[in-house]
């Protein structure tokens, strides 16, 4: 037998919902003035004193400012309530975001590793940089650097996987800031290839970093379970309520930074079905509770009975408590 949600748990799910939202868009808005500001700065003096590596850490905050878009819309649809098309939400909407904040990585690494490599085949046209271009990237390495923390600690606050993308975004700014401010400072020591040899060096480390994120929002879409740790912690949980006797068969899948869980609960043949419906209900709402769950399907098994619709494919895990 199964039991459905119950309604009286969805305000504070949708509470949740809300307030992760909220912080999403409020670390965004910051990393849009950051970046708008950063973009501009590094493009402009890049150009005007011939720096490569500064205009390709110019296009990368570019992209930063793409991405903050799509983190915006993604929030905003992400808190939207799950409807008759969604019926367990919109959650997914922020690994979507994810896998094309990875992509655009992907996009402009390439794009900025080929043009190092091109300026690499001809050394004798690379052009002497202005100091001024030394002074830019500083500045933007210390905004990058603290823009980074600022973010990764708003999204672990809300165990956001999406911001923690958009927060080590921001932190391969300041890796790849660093590497330009080294191949600019060798370029005025009179070693010219410094320079687009740093950029080439930023181009690889966006495109690892884009590789990365794109694999990993890929799998979740594919409904990829939690680790084993957390499907433990859920079991025990499970467990601990009264009138369970044993757990078996717990499957689970993202669901954004929500998890969406199905389970078997063992509980004594030779009580009513009202009684089993209310143990399935306290087991549920514990587990929901305790953990970043969205959703929990309970199948309602007798105890130490065979069960006979387990999947033959999926190799059953039972643990019997004394």
Avoid at 150 to 179: C, E, F, I, Q, T
Wanted: net charge negative; hydrophobic share 45%.
């Amino acid at each position: 037998m199964h039991f459905d949600t119950p309604e009286d748990d969805q305000d504070s799910d949708q509470m949740t919902l809300q307030a992760r939202a909220a912080v999403a868009s409020r670390s965004t808005w910051v990393s849009v003035g950051v970046n708008l500001g950063l973009t501009i700065t590094q493009i402009a003096v890049g150009i005007i004193a011939k720096s490569q590596g500064l205009v390709a850490d110019g296009i990368h905050s570019l992209s930063d400012l793409v991405s903050d878009g799509v983190v915006l819309v993604a929030s905003h649809h992400g808190k939207k309530d799950a409807d008759e098309d969604h019926p367990y939400g919109h959650q997914r909407f922020e690994t979507a975001a994810s896998l094309v904040i990875g992509i655009l990585l992907l996009a402009v690494g390439v794009g900025m590793f080929w043009s190092a490599l091109i300026k690499l085949k001809e050394p004798a046209a690379i052009p002497r940089v202005h100091s001024v271009a030394l002074w830019v990237v500083c500045l933007a390495l210390i905004a990058k650097e603290s823009l980074f923390r600022y973010m990764l600690a708003a999204a672990k606050r809300v165990k956001s996987s999406m911001l923690v993308a958009n927060a080590w975004h921001a932190r391969s700014d300041a890796g790849s800031s660093l590497v330009v401010g080294i191949g600019i400072a060798g370029n005025l020591l009179g070693y010219p290839l410094l320079d687009p040899i740093a950029a080439l060096v930023v181009g690889g480390m966006i495109v690892k970093m884009g590789w990365s994120f794109s694999w990993d929002a890929l799998h979740d879409l594919m409904d990829r379970a939690v680790d084993e740790q957390e499907v433990a912690s859920i079991r025990q949980t499970l467990l601990e309520t009264p009138g369970v006797r044993g757990v078996h068969d717990i499957r689970t899948r993202k669901m954004g930074d929500m998890i969406v869980v199905d389970a078997h609960i063992e509980i004594d043949a030779d009580i009513t079905v009202e009684a089993g419906h209310d143990i399935a209900v306290q087991a549920r709402s514990r587990v929901l509770q305790r953990h970043r769950v969205l959703n929990l399907m309970t199948h309602v098994d007798p105890w130490q009975s065979p069960d006979g619709d387990h999947d033959p494919w999926v190799q059953s895990i039972h643990i019997k408590r004394s």
